[in-house]
């Protein structure tokens, strides 16, 4: 693995290396190319030496996973290297920081040193001076020649996150220097000062003039600083070094506003208040000038104050500034600039601030308040209009009066087509027919509406009063009533319907979605076998209360509370409750097995189809065998590519597993997922928001189509409002639409604990890649023959070779090959092992891997360090002793810097530690053995644990590994007398016992 860094020296910033030496060139280029930064390669290269903290004259690697970690008994002393550094340009330190956005990238041997990330963030700060023009053109004398430069001048905000990332400056930052004599000592603050004006001046330098400009091109000493202000070489040209310097003068004159702002204890602020709710007739709102102090914001002085030099709060200001008159005569010379209204009240002499008509007050509201608050004003406004710029949308209101469910009998449906009344409404006030029509002839944008100021649409009010005096009743379907009660807007003639008010039987439905908890608990399934706990049956009746409404259900409980389980025995009761057509169930491919055979325990009276592999059926053959079944799995990848002929068949149900695989509305397996036509949907996820809030469209719009509106009124009124400015009247909005039909229970929760058992075991099912198959038959070819023609103490080490042979084929095809050939895209297992660990990693957890075979714990753990970019750990029976306690305590740590995955070999790490930080256990390949795998587990599931521990026995379908499991489950108990130890039981088994167990099934292959 080769670490990147980025050091700065002189305001420059510069990438070197650290991988088998320090600071090498020729990994410096390798480790570039290796993540696609071609551009790089023929960037400037310079020599320098980097100061690093040593042990015994050995650097110390910043990461495990860069070199071993020496002795931590040793003291640390500073010690140069010689180093070749690539120099960054701004477009080069741009592409790193967007490359290093998501962490580090899978499989490439580069890890992103923590001085990368940082070094993201001050682009970001660079980009948005840039951009918000946050800076002033300047001139300084260097030595020998004067230099146009932009200065950075980053507002409040800015300033305090620049401050931040000054303080989190990783420490390599500042270890490049140009001797090797004494270690840099640029503080923090000045380092970063540096880098922001290297990165600003270069955002800001437009064009390259052809060639070397001379004196005489230039008109004047403004032509020639405006052309260094603009061109890559920032020298200012110019014959005289007197004009020169008096230019500079002028440009310090000019800044002097600016930089009395900047050294002044205070701010400026202009505070827009309403009109009294009884006064004149003529309603005036005011602008008061005040001064507020920057360290405590909370302290106010009014300006009309401070004229008077013997009042309060000009004795009050002059314990912070000398200078409080200038800085206020200059505050109000640059509002003046801006705001009309300013320039007014002071040609009035109203110092303390100045009054507006309503007119006024808006165009100021909608004009000068934001024009006022980016040239660095604070800006104070009502609180109405903060946020929601003061609009109040009008819509229509529906009311609709109904029977009670008990009173209404049956035949219920949210498709029946349900009598109401329209009002108009503006936000939650009702109004009638005359108030609309006093506002509308007011033909004022800002109105007091019942005491509330608000801004109201003309074009919105007039549609109000056309739709009411057209419909004051109407019709509408239960289902767009309930969506819109829960929260759902719907345009009605241009106009949103924004509430409803509803009795009877649609509001008794309406409470029972709110709660989730009114629902009837249903007693499992007559011919469900298995137990379902409190809480599987509260999520089972859930899906069936959601299902006999016709509303789609996501049910998100987290990993290892058994979502499969629940919709089984939802499966099972609607079977029995008369429904003949079949439900489609969609997975990823690596847990169509499993599926497969949960169906088989939990509900074997269900006929299940598996639509999965090269010899699948087609067409015709298929409708007519999913028509014979109860249940059809298949996978996301066949759901596109089949989509013509799974389209056709009548489905009671569509169920998606893992529906995070739909979160991109825009792929093809996304659109397929929509295109089912089924009485219901059901989706199963862990995840119902991985990356944002935009996720949630794509799951709903499967669930119940439409219910969250066009994918762009969902990114108009939720997305961008919470992922963007974190509305959280929007968030809420959003909630309550969504809550309804997402259960969502975690394992943290105490009342789900209480129900679980300390120890949660489930079986992986793992199917074979083609190589693997191959590799597979060709083993049992070679020795089945050997085997049959053997005897005694040979055949028994026949049989023995054959089951590890036949082991490490389903590990992997380089385990039985021992090429060192690639890992990734060749075995099932690996397969279901990175997605599994990406969901236990996503809930910050941490995991145990047991192997049997050295060989394989080496392969995971070079594949999966490269894959994460982390450290993983690997116990073995050639650990010392003492590397062996610095594991256990390095992973022991509950911070999260320490490893979150340690791969065991089972001999060595099966007994005798104490490994409790860790909740999930995964056993690779399987001992054969119940006790064996239970001591192992027990490194994670004993005293000191504080969470329930999920244990993952990893199988592959159709291979002897899962016919030896149905072996071990029929004689669990008496295992220890009957099975022994290891697999010497195995060895005799007779010829016709083994080749049944050895034999490929067709379920062991993948698509």
Same mark, same amino acid.
């Given at each position: 693995?080769?670490?990147?860094?980025?050091?700065?020296?002189?305001?420059?910033?510069?990438?070197?290396?650290?991988?088998?030496?320090?600071?090498?060139?020729?990994?410096?280029?390798?480790?570039?190319?290796?993540?696609?930064?071609?551009?790089?390669? +023929?960037?400037?290269?310079?020599?320098? #030496?980097?100061?690093?903290?040593?042990?015994?004259?050995?650097?110390?690697?910043?990461?495990?996973?860069?070199?071993?970690?020496?002795?931590?008994?040793?003291?640390?002393?500073?010690?140069?290297?010689?180093?070749?550094?690539?120099?960054?340009?701004?477009?080069?330190?741009?592409?790193?920081?967007?490359?290093?956005?998501?962490?580090?990238?899978?499989?490439?041997?580069?890890?992103?040193?923590?001085?990368?990330?940082?070094?993201?963030?001050?682009?970001?700060?660079?980009?948005?001076?840039?951009?918000?023009?946050?800076?002033?053109?300047?001139?300084?004398?260097?030595?020998?020649?004067?230099?146009?430069?932009?200065?950075?001048?980053?507002?409040?905000?800015?300033?305090?996150?620049?401050?931040?990332? !000054?303080? !989190?400056?990783? *420490?390599?930052?500042?270890?490049?220097?140009?001797?090797?004599?004494?270690?840099?000592?640029?503080? =923090?603050?000045?380092?970063?000062?540096?880098?922001?004006?290297?990165?600003?001046?270069?955002?800001? /330098?437009?064009?390259?003039?052809?060639?070397?400009?001379?004196?005489? +091109?230039?008109?004047?000493?403004?032509?020639?600083?405006?052309?260094?202000?603009?061109?890559?070489?920032? /020298?200012?040209?110019?014959?005289?070094?007197? %004009?020169?310097?008096?230019?500079?003068?002028?440009?310090?004159?000019?800044?002097?506003?600016?930089?009395?702002?900047?050294?002044?204890?205070?701010?400026?602020?202009?505070?827009?208040?309403?009109?009294?709710?009884?006064?004149?007739?003529?309603?005036?709102?005011?602008?008061?000038?005040?001064?507020?102090?920057? *360290?405590?914001?909370?302290?106010?002085?009014?300006?009309?104050?401070?004229?008077?030099?013997?009042?309060?709060?000009?004795?009050?200001?002059?314990?912070?500034?000398?200078?409080?008159?200038?800085?206020?005569?200059?505050?109000?010379?640059?509002?003046?600039?801006?705001?009309?209204?300013?320039?007014?009240?002071?040609?009035?002499?109203?110092?303390?601030?100045?009054?507006?008509?309503?007119?006024?007050?808006?165009?100021?509201?909608?004009?000068?308040?934001?024009?006022?608050?980016?040239?660095?004003?604070?800006?104070?406004?009502?609180?109405?209009?903060?946020?929601?710029?003061?609009?109040?949308?009008?819509?229509?209101?529906?009311?609709?009066?109904?029977?009670?469910?008990?009173?209404?009998?049956?035949?219920?449906?949210?498709?029946?087509?349900?009598? #109401?009344?329209?009002?108009?409404?503006?936000?939650?006030?009702?109004?009638?027919?005359?108030?609309?029509?006093?506002?509308?002839?007011?033909?004022?944008?800002?109105?007091?509406?019942?005491g509330q100021w608000t801004q109201i649409d003309h074009k919105e009010l007039a549609n109000a009063l056309h739709f009411l005096e057209k419909h004051p009743t109407g019709e509408l379907s239960a289902r767009e009533l309930l969506s819109t009660a829960l929260g759902a807007q719907k345009k009605e003639d241009a106009l949103f319907l924004r509430s409803v008010e509803i009795e009877g039987w649609l509001q008794e439905l309406l409470e029972k979605l709110s709660s989730q908890?009114?629902?009837?608990?249903?007693?499992?399934?007559?011919?469900?076998?298995?137990?379902?706990?409190?809480?599987?049956?509260?999520?089972?009746?859930?899906?069936?209360?959601?299902?006999?409404?016709?509303?789609?259900?996501?049910?998100?409980?987290?990993?290892?509370?058994?979502?499969?389980?629940?919709?089984?025995?939802?499966?099972?009761?609607?079977?029995?409750?008369?429904?003949?057509?079949?439900?489609?169930?969609? #997975?990823?491919?690596?847990?169509?097995?499993?599926?497969?055979?949960?169906?088989?325990?939990?509900?074997?009276?269900?006929?299940?189809?598996?639509?999965?592999?090269?010899?699948?059926?087609?067409?015709?053959?298929?409708?007519?065998?999913?028509?014979?079944?109860?249940?059809?799995?298949?996978?996301?990848?066949?759901?596109?590519?089949?989509?013509?002929?799974?389209?056709?068949?009548?489905?009671?149900?569509?169920?998606?597993?893992?529906?995070?695989?739909?979160?991109?509305?825009?792929?093809?397996?996304?659109?397929?997922?929509?295109?089912? /036509?089924?009485?219901?949907?059901?989706?199963?996820?862990?995840?119902?928001?991985?990356?944002?809030?935009?996720?949630?469209?794509?799951?709903?719009?499967?669930?119940?189509?439409?219910?969250?509106?066009?994918?762009?009124?969902?990114?108009?009124?939720?997305?961008?409002?919470?992922?963007?400015?974190?509305?959280?009247? !929007?968030?809420?909005?959003?909630?309550?639409?969504?809550?309804?039909?997402?259960?969502?229970?975690? =394992?943290?929760?105490?009342?789900?604990?209480?129900?679980?058992?300390?120890?949660?075991?489930?079986?992986?099912? #793992?199917?074979?890649?083609?190589?693997?198959?191959?590799? @597979?038959? *060709?083993?049992?070819?070679? $020795?089945?023959?050997?085997?049959?023609?053997?005897?005694?103490?040979?055949?028994?080490?026949?049989?023995?070779?054959?089951?590890?042979?036949?082991?490490?084929?389903?590990?992997?095809?380089?385990?039985?090959?021992?090429?060192?050939?690639?890992?990734?895209?060749?075995?099932?297992?690996?397969? /279901?092992?990175?997605?599994? $660990?990406?969901?236990?990693?996503? !809930?910050?957890?941490?995991?145990?891997?047991?192997?049997?075979?050295?060989?394989?714990?080496?392969?995971?753990?070079?594949?999966?360090?490269?894959? @994460?970019?982390?450290?993983?750990?690997?116990?073995?029976?050639?650990?010392?002793?003492k590397r062996r306690d610095e594991m256990v305590e390095s992973f022991q740590k509950e911070e999260g810097s320490s490893p979150s995955i340690f791969i065991l070999s089972l001999k060595a790490g099966g007994t005798g530690l104490n490994l409790t930080t860790a909740n999930h256990v995964v056993h690779f390949d399987r001992w054969w053995n119940p006790a064996v795998e239970n001591q192992a587990t027990d490194r994670a599931f004993r005293i000191g644990q504080h969470k329930?521990?999920?244990?993952?026995?990893?199988?592959?379908?159709?291979?002897?590994?899962?016919?030896?499991?149905?072996?071990? %489950?029929?004689?669990?108990?008496?295992?220890?007398?009957?099975?022994?130890?290891?697999?010497?039981?195995?060895?005799?088994?007779?010829?016709?016992?083994?080749?049944?167990?050895?034999?490929?099934?067709?379920?062991?292959?993948?698509?």
């Open positions: 693995m080769i670490a990147l860094h980025i050091s700065i020296i002189d305001g420059v910033p510069l990438l070197w290396s650290e991988g088998k030496k320090i600071g090498m060139l020729k990994e410096l280029r390798l480790a570039t190319a290796g993540i696609g930064m071609f551009s790089l390669l +023929d960037n400037t290269t310079k020599e320098f #030496c980097v100061w690093l903290p040593c042990r015994e004259k050995k650097a110390v690697p910043s990461s495990p996973l860069v070199g071993a970690m020496p002795d931590l008994s040793d003291e640390e002393q500073l010690h140069a290297f010689p180093i070749t550094a690539l120099r960054l340009n701004f477009n080069a330190l741009f592409e790193l920081s967007l490359l290093t956005e998501k962490g580090n990238i899978p499989g490439s041997g580069i890890i992103f040193g923590s001085s990368l990330h940082w070094a993201r963030q001050v682009v970001k700060i660079a980009l948005n001076i840039v951009r918000t023009q946050s800076l002033l053109p300047s001139i300084i004398k260097n030595d020998t020649f004067w230099e146009a430069l932009w200065l950075p001048l980053p507002d409040s905000a800015t300033s305090l996150a620049v401050e931040q990332l !000054a303080d !989190a400056m990783p *420490a390599v930052c500042r270890s490049l220097g140009r001797t090797d004599t004494q270690p840099p000592e640029t503080p =923090k603050k000045l380092l970063l000062k540096g880098l922001l004006s290297f990165l600003v001046n270069t955002l800001s /330098r437009t064009f390259e003039r052809a060639g070397v400009p001379k004196i005489s +091109d230039f008109e004047s000493i403004h032509d020639a600083w405006l052309h260094a202000l603009s061109n890559s070489d920032p /020298r200012l040209k110019w014959k005289n070094e007197q %004009e020169i310097e008096q230019f500079a003068c002028q440009l310090n004159a000019w800044r002097r506003p600016i930089d009395l702002h900047e050294r002044s204890p205070f701010r400026f602020c202009l505070q827009l208040t309403e009109p009294p709710l009884k006064g004149r007739k003529k309603e005036r709102w005011h602008v008061a000038y005040q001064l507020q102090l920057k *360290a405590d914001p909370s302290l106010i002085l009014d300006a009309g104050d401070l004229w008077n030099p013997e009042s309060e709060a000009s004795q009050h200001a002059l314990t912070y500034t000398s200078d409080c008159t200038e800085f206020l005569l200059t505050s109000l010379g640059q509002a003046s600039g801006l705001c009309p209204a300013v320039t007014q009240s002071l040609k009035k002499k109203q110092p303390g601030g100045f009054d507006l008509d309503t007119e006024g007050a808006y165009r100021f509201l909608l004009e000068y308040a934001e024009l006022l608050r980016s040239a660095g004003f604070v800006v104070k406004l009502p609180s109405w209009w903060i946020g929601r710029r003061g609009v109040n949308r009008i819509g229509i209101k529906t009311k609709v009066k109904l029977p009670s469910m008990k009173g209404s009998g049956s035949g219920l449906t949210l498709d029946r087509m349900v009598a #109401c009344d329209y009002a108009a409404a503006l936000g939650n006030e009702e109004l009638d027919l005359q108030e609309l029509k006093t506002l509308a002839n007011l033909k004022v944008p800002l109105v007091r509406v019942r908890g009114q629902f009837e608990l249903l007693p499992p399934p007559e011919h469900f076998e298995g137990t379902l706990r409190l809480y599987q049956e509260r999520g089972f009746s859930w899906l069936s209360f959601l299902r006999k409404w016709g509303l789609g259900a996501c049910l998100a409980d987290d990993m290892g509370l058994g979502k499969t389980i629940q919709t089984l025995a939802l499966l099972q009761r609607e079977r029995e409750l008369g429904e003949k057509r079949a439900v489609l169930l969609i #997975c990823p491919t690596s847990v169509v097995n499993n599926w497969r055979k949960e169906a088989e325990r939990f509900t074997p009276d269900l006929a299940v189809l598996v639509h999965h592999g090269i010899d699948r059926m087609k067409t015709a053959d298929f409708r007519k065998a999913a028509s014979a079944s109860a249940l059809v799995i298949s996978s996301y990848g066949l759901l596109q590519r089949d989509l013509e002929f799974l389209s056709k068949v009548p489905w009671a149900g569509i169920i998606l597993d893992e529906a995070q695989n739909i979160k991109n509305p825009e792929t093809k397996q996304s659109k397929a997922a929509r295109t089912i /036509r089924a009485d219901y949907r059901i989706a199963l996820t862990g995840t119902p928001v991985e990356n944002h809030v935009g996720d949630l469209w794509a799951l709903m719009d499967f669930l119940n189509p439409g219910f969250l509106g066009t994918q762009h009124f969902f990114k108009q009124n939720f997305y961008t409002p919470i992922q963007w400015y974190g509305d959280p009247e !929007a968030s809420a909005r959003l909630k309550s639409l969504t809550g309804p039909f997402i259960l969502r229970r975690m =394992k943290s929760d105490k009342s789900i604990i209480s129900d679980l058992p300390d120890k949660i075991e489930m079986k992986e099912y #793992c199917s074979l890649t083609k190589e693997q198959a191959s590799l @597979y038959k *060709a083993v049992v070819d070679e $020795l089945q023959e050997k085997i049959e023609s053997a005897e005694g103490i040979d055949r028994r080490g026949l049989v023995l070779a054959l089951l590890v042979k036949l082991k490490q084929v389903c590990n992997h095809p380089a385990h039985l090959l021992g090429d060192n050939s690639a890992i990734a895209h060749r075995s099932g297992k690996i397969k /279901r092992l990175t997605e599994l $660990l990406g969901d236990i990693r996503e !809930a910050g957890e941490k995991t145990l891997l047991f192997t049997q075979f050295t060989m394989m714990g080496t392969m995971l753990q070079h594949y999966l360090q490269e894959l @994460y970019g982390e450290e993983v750990l690997f116990l073995h029976g050639g650990v010392t002793k329930n521990v999920e244990v993952h026995k990893f199988i592959t379908t159709g291979t002897l590994e899962e016919r030896i499991d149905e072996m071990i %489950e029929k004689k669990t108990t008496v295992a220890g007398q009957v099975l022994g130890t290891g697999e010497q039981w195995l060895t005799e088994l007779s010829n016709n016992d083994l080749r049944k167990l050895i034999m490929l099934g067709q379920e062991a292959m993948g698509e």
